[in-house]
């Protein structure tokens, strides 16, 4: 089983490139073609510039990330270094059910489905994949993402942060194309995100210690205006 750095250690340089390389959006699974409920907010004309953007997004990883995806994917990283299949499984069904419309569904199977990919043809032989192929009807992205940050050898905070870090640049992207924003306006945007990223990672990280019971998924605002992009006229994003 692949050593895990213990935290204090400073991260190797192919560990911390392999993060990157996660983090990423030129990594191979879709992310960029979602904007998560943001292009049914514009539509909505809930988002309108860069200020109401900025505070979706921020509500978004708050109310979202923070509470849900992030515990849960500091959960399965923890489950692939024990090689947990059970357990893996259990977290893998708890993303499916709290997934309430069928276009968030989706998305995190077809990225969970093309990361699994990935990794069966950059690391073929770990023996952690008869556990993915366990995962069914599909490895979710979180627990897919968790499973490839295991296998860089990283502490479980900094694949938290690359994980967080990927999420953040994906939505100002999309932002970009949907609010519309401007070059300026996105870096702005992403500065603010990195900025509380750091805070966020370590409260679910918090959330994650304290048991599944304290993991939760109420974000019903994000829900109806992503049922309301699955029936949306035009629309230039999956989700």
């Given at each position: ?178 609010v519309p924003l401007g070059q300026n306006a996105g870096q702005r945007l992403l500065a603010r995100l990195t900025e509380a990223l750091p805070g966020a990672v370590d409260a679910a990280l918090a959330t994650a210690a304290q048991g599944d019971a304290a993991r939760q998924s109420f974000a019903p605002m994000l829900a109806i205006n992503s049922a309301q992009h699955e029936a949306q006229y035009s629309r230039l994003f999956r989700s």
């Open positions: 089983m692949p050593r895990v750095l213990p935290a204090h250690q400073a991260l190797p340089a192919p560990a911390l490139l392999q993060l990157m390389w996660l983090a990423s959006p030129a990594l191979p699974v879709g992310g960029f073609s979602y904007s998560e409920g943001l292009e049914a907010a514009v539509e909505g004309d809930l988002v309108r510039d860069e200020a109401s953007a900025g505070q979706w997004l921020i509500d978004q990883m708050q109310l979202s990330q923070q509470r849900a995806e992030w515990p849960l994917m500091a959960s399965a990283f923890r489950a692939w270094l024990r090689h947990d299949g059970d357990r893996l499984e259990s977290l893998n069904d708890w993303v499916l059910y709290t997934r309430e419309t069928s276009e968030m569904r989706q998305q995190t199977e077809q990225m969970g489905r093309s990361l699994a990919d990935w990794l069966r043809q950059r690391h073929p032989d770990d023996a952690r994949l008869p556990l993915l192929a366990r995962l069914q009807p599909s490895p979710t992205w979180p627990v897919t993402f968790a499973l490839a940050a295991a296998a860089t050898q990283a502490p479980l905070r900094e694949a938290l942060l690359a994980f967080a870090f990927g999420w953040a640049e994906n939505m100002v992207q999309a932002a970009l194309k949907a």
